[in-house]
């Protein structure tokens, strides 16, 4: 088996939450003066990285905690109606399971709105679930590595952004880009993953070599 372990993000990887999110942006931008984002400019939008985006909107650094408790909170009025980013992720995730392959989440949401999540889809599929901070993956991956007793490359983080790519390249683990969550697949193939998935069980082939 190539991977013992695998980590997923949440937002955009698991769950469908980029709507919503957008309409919690408008909703943030108001209350911390920020940049204005119309539908049109996504396109734009998709391509940056989460730095080049707090850039572009105009998001002081020191506003992010607040912003993204407030974001969370509202998100939670509406994890009931968030659907899974592709009908087999998670059967996909199950299979993985069936494998031997332990698998977790690592995501900058809430864990009382994953759990809401994988409540709502009868998903209890997760060794467990981790909240980092929006630039605090690396760390989090690190220590569950450290506690599980895993070398770097016998985990694999699935995400769907350029800040996915960058926190497993820091800590040393392979990262599967997915096609079909926030940032485009141009930009994520630029930040070279290991791998670029289109659908989810080419995860199994993933992990199934040797």
């Avoid at 309409?23 to 539908?39: G, P, S």
């Avoid at 506690?147 to 040393?172: F, M, P, Q, T």
Wanted: hydrophobic letters at 40%.
């Amino acid at each position: 088996m190539r991977y013992k372990y695998v980590f997923f993000d949440f937002d955009g990887t698991l769950a469908d939450t980029e709507e919503v999110n957008f309409v919690i942006y408008q909703k943030l931008a108001e209350k911390y003066n920020l940049r204005n984002i119309t539908i049109d400019e996504l396109g734009h939008i998709k391509k940056m990285s989460a730095k080049e985006l707090m850039a572009y909107v105009e998001l002081k650094k020191r506003y992010l905690p607040f912003m993204l408790k407030r974001g969370k909170n509202l998100l939670k009025q509406d994890m009931k109606n968030i659907k899974p980013c592709k009908p087999d992720i998670l059967s996909t995730v199950a299979e993985l399971k069936k494998m031997g392959i332990k698998t977790a989440i690592i995501t900058t949401n809430s864990k009382t709105n994953v759990e809401m999540f994988l409540e709502k889809n009868d998903a209890y599929i997760f060794d467990f679930i981790a909240s980092a901070s929006m630039f605090g993956k690396e760390t989090k991956m690190r220590r569950i590595m450290k506690k599980e007793k895993l070398s770097k490359n016998e985990v694999l983080y699935v995400g769907d952004e350029i800040r996915d790519i960058n926190a497993a390249k820091n800590a040393g683990i392979d990262i599967a880009s997915v096609g079909w969550g926030y940032n485009t697949v141009e930009s994520l193939k630029k930040n070279n993953p290991e791998y670029l998935v289109m659908e989810p069980n080419e995860l199994i082939d993933i992990c199934s070599q040797k």
